[in-house]
């Protein structure tokens, strides 16, 4: 269920007519409904309960892909966790309420400043995504004083059978540790000074 319907023939937001809406703010405008996003996660985060029981688990939204404050705020509330691929992320996370340790950090080619901030709040962890970004984060915690929780987004080599222009899994697409070298990668996370291994 989602709480934009019709009543009478008018299309309504959360029982509040579209007409209104747009009367007030004006055309065009995004409306959206946080009952909607409220009752989406929570059946998404009940999902995760039913499959695993007591396992612990954490939801990160993809900040990119909306990053209204509002929106962020209403997940923060809820208790998620956001993933995100840049410093301006980051600050929009922080600005909405978010927890730095829900915070996970993508993306490739993450920039020493985004390193430092992200260190600096106590991010949950960054992702490991291309050869070398093991060797920048463990050099900035170093200097930080610091360690680096980290994780690594695996390329496993599967063709999804999707769209070309969005596939992310085969070895030519440029996301994640080549599935090849991932165990030579892990331990040499687990022998570097600055890096810590993320534990839920």
């Given at each position: 269920?989602?709480?934009?319907?019709?009543?009478?023939?008018?299309?309504?937001?959360?029982?509040?007519?579209?007409?209104?809406?747009?009367?007030?703010?004006?055309?065009?405008?995004?409306?959206?409904?946080?009952?909607?996003?409220?009752?989406?996660?929570?059946?998404?985060?009940?999902?995760?309960?039913?499959?695993?029981g007591a396992q612990a688990h954490l939801i990160c939204y993809a900040v990119k892909a909306n990053s209204n404050l509002a929106i962020l705020n209403t997940l923060a509330r809820l208790g998620s966790g956001f993933d995100i691929v840049s410093l301006g992320e980051l600050e929009r996370v922080l600005a909405a309420k978010g927890e730095p340790k829900k915070i996970v950090f993508s993306g490739v080619g993450k920039r020493e400043d985004e390193i430092k901030r992200a260190l600096d709040v106590g991010i949950r962890c960054f992702n490991i995504e291309v050869k070398g970004e093991l060797d920048r984060i463990n050099q900035i915690a170093g200097e930080l004083g610091v360690k680096a929780p980290v994780s690594f987004r695996v390329n496993p080599d599967v063709d999804a059978k999707t769209h070309p222009y969005i596939s992310t899994g085969l070895k030519e697409n440029k996301f994640g540790i080549d599935i090849d070298s991932a165990l030579e990668e892990y331990r040499r996370a687990a022998s570097m000074k600055n890096i810590t291994d993320y534990r839920y």
């Open positions: 269920m989602d709480y934009f319907n019709y009543h009478d023939n008018v299309l309504c937001a959360e029982d509040v007519a579209v007409s209104k809406i747009v009367e007030q703010y004006g055309s065009p405008c995004y409306i959206y409904s946080k009952a909607t996003l409220e009752r989406h996660w929570h059946a998404f985060d009940d999902a995760f309960d039913d499959a695993f």
